[in-house]
C-alpha cells in the first residue's frame, strides 16, 4: 500500500488571505490605539519626518 500525499490548494489560499487580513487588522488596530494616522516610518516616511 503506497503513501498518497495531497494538498488541500483551497485551504492554502485561505490560510494566505487570511494571514494578509489578519496583518491589515492589526496595524488599523495599533493606528487607532496611537490615536496618530501615521503608526511606522512605512506608513508615510515624508509625513513622519514632518511630525
Do not use: C, P, W
Not at 1 to 6: T, V
Amino acid at each position: 500500500m503506497g503513501l498518497r500525499i495531497q494538498t488541500n490548494m483551497a485551504s492554502i489560499s485561505a490560510q494566505k488571505v487570511m494571514g494578509k487580513q489578519m496583518a491589515r487588522a492589526e496595524h488599523a488596530s495599533q493606528a487607532l490605539a496611537s490615536g496618530t494616522r501615521i503608526v511606522k516610518a512605512g506608513d508615510d516616511a515624508a509625513g513622519l519626518a514632518i511630525s
